[in-house]
């Protein structure tokens, strides 16, 4: 079993940036899959962003290409969001999740383990 944790949302002004974290417990993290997802007001929840156990692989749902980045530190057992130049669309609830592969994939569907989520409110 992996315990996740998100952190870091907030209120923010469109433009801002703002880092979520996750941080997991339990079973080592570092042989998880883990990514990021985001579920909007009247919206089904949908991948944001996806990493490999490594690092080394990553995804991002086109609409947040070059804005967002995500990470991990496999040594602090955390995963990271960085969010730039946010916009009132980006407002959800963000949700961490691990798998229990190597790699990860873009379907929620595959995702054994997932946070209760923080939330990311962009005012315009």
């Known amino acids: 079993q992996v315990q996740l944790v998100e952190s870091g949302g907030g209120l923010v002004q469109a433009g801002d940036s703002l880092r979520l974290s996750c941080a997991a417990s339990?079973?080592?993290?570092?042989?998880?899959?883990a990514g990021w997802f985001r579920q909007a007001p009247g919206k089904e929840r949908a991948i944001v962003a996806s990493?490999?156990?490594?690092?080394?692989?990553?995804y991002y749902v086109e609409s947040v290409k070059g804005r967002f980045t995500i990470s991990r530190d496999n040594a602090k057992n955390t995963m990271y969001l960085q969010m730039s130049s946010l916009k009132s669309e980006d407002t959800a609830v963000y949700y961490c999740?691990?798998?229990?592969?190597?790699?990860?994939?873009?379907?929620?569907?595959?995702?054994?383990?997932w946070g209760r989520g923080t939330q990311v409110t962009v005012s315009s």
């Open positions: 339990g079973r080592t993290f570092r042989n998880y899959a």
């Open positions: 990493l490999s156990w490594s690092g080394s692989k990553t």
């Open positions: 999740a691990a798998r229990s592969s190597p790699w990860a994939t873009a379907s929620e569907n595959d995702y054994e383990y």
